[in-house]
């Protein structure tokens, strides 16, 4: 079993940055892609960015160049760098991994979730 935690989420008015975190802990083998997703009242889901296990990345139309994904494997940890932040970002902000086990079995699993405010 894998958990994650997530921080870094708060209250910043358009135009500002913020870094998300989500730390992953318990039985970790192998942590494949990686990845983000927001939700806002009322919407689906949607991706934000992903990072796969060999390195490529993929960006939600609404953030790219704007936000970053990236992982720190001595601490299996994933960030989310997010600048030039927009009202329309407003959501709550979820981390989300492809963990393969000892016998090859992949399994999903997501964070809590982290509010983003963004003022304008």
């Known amino acids: 079993q894998v958990h994650l935690v997530e921080s870094g989420g708060g209250l910043v008015q358009a135009g500002g940055s913020l870094r998300l975190s989500c730390a992953a802990s318990?039985?970790?083998?192998?942590?494949?892609?990686i990845g983000w997703y927001r939700q806002a009242p009322g919407n689906q889901r949607e991706l934000v960015a992903v990072?796969?296990?060999?390195?490529?990345?993929n960006y939600g139309d609404s953030v790219k160049g704007r936000f970053t994904i990236s992982r720190d494997n001595a601490k299996n940890t994933m960030y989310l760098q997010m600048n030039s932040l927009k009202p329309e970002g407003t959501a709550v902000y979820y981390c989300?991994?492809?963990?393969?086990?000892?016998?090859?079995?992949?399994?999903?699993?997501w964070g809590q979730g982290t509010q983003v405010t963004i003022s304008s």
């Open positions: 990072l796969t296990s060999g390195g490529s990345t």
């Open positions: 318990g039985s970790i083998f192998i942590i494949n892609a």
């Open positions: 989300y991994l492809v963990h393969v086990d000892s016998t090859g079995v992949f399994g999903n699993y």
